[in-house]
T-cell receptor
């Protein structure tokens, strides 16, 4: 149980393109979803916390107009990287929880490469 | 604030060797402690957890004991396999803090046949 699916797993696109990444909880309703960014050989950096039906809470230093998060249902959150540039290339990972004080369950990540 | 410190890698072992990856933490509240594993090109998988002092989390031959007196949660396995090669992250979450995880820097484990 507690499967989180992330799509796409890999995307390559030109500079200036906007890219949408989906995070779905397949067999549970996720009260909260989290978005992380991971640079090569580094740990995960929390970008934002997303609750269904409300605005995401962004961590300090994360541009909310650059990284748009929508959490329209209890099973789907999306991260849109707007007007992506090469410096946005990274591994993006989402996670979801089944309830308060429950462990986070992670998706398999999306590798974004901006040319 | 909250922080997690784990030993830097890479850790290179031969198959069937004993594994220890050290993890220590500081927390403002009473944390739950986790070990996550990340295989190449994938997201994180929860390996084990412990929610209170002296609890031992275990899974797939790995184990870690929540030591409040030493603020540690070291990961151990008696006999590693090549398939255990991955990056291991120690993490904590403080109760009633929005389920936010604080991660250590990760330790890459390489097991050679």
């Amino acid at each position: 149980g507690a499967v989180v699916s992330q799509h796409p797993s890999w995307v390559i696109c030109k500079s200036g393109t906007s890219v949408k990444i989906e995070c779905r909880s397949l067999d549970f309703q996720a009260t909260t979803m989290f978005w992380y960014r991971q640079f090569p050989k580094q740990s995960l950096m929390l970008m934002a916390t997303s609750n269904e039906g409300s605005k995401a809470t962004y961590e300090q230093g994360v541009e909310k107009d650059k990284f748009l998060i929508n959490h329209a249902s209890l099973t789907l959150s999306t991260l849109t990287v707007t007007s992506a540039h090469p410096e946005d290339s990274s591994f993006y990972i989402c996670s979801a929880i089944t309830g308060v004080n429950q462990p986070q369950h992670f998706g398999d990540g999306t590798r974004l490469s901006i040319l | 604030g909250n922080s997690v410190t784990q030993m830097e890698g890479p850790v290179t072992l031969s198959e069937e060797a004993f594994l220890t990856i050290n993890c220590t933490y500081t927390a403002t509240g009473y944390p739950s402690l986790f070990w996550y594993v990340q295989y190449p090109g994938e997201g994180l998988q929860l390996l084990l957890k412990a929610t209170k002092a002296d609890d031992k989390g275990s899974n797939k031959g790995f184990e870690a004991t929540y030591r409040k007196e030493t603020t540690s949660f070291h990961l151990e396995k008696g006999s590693v396999q090549v398939s255990d090669s991955a990056v291991y992250f120690c993490a904590l979450s403080v109760h009633n803090a929005g389920n936010m995880l604080t991660f250590g820097g990760g330790t890459r484990l390489m097991v050679k046949p």
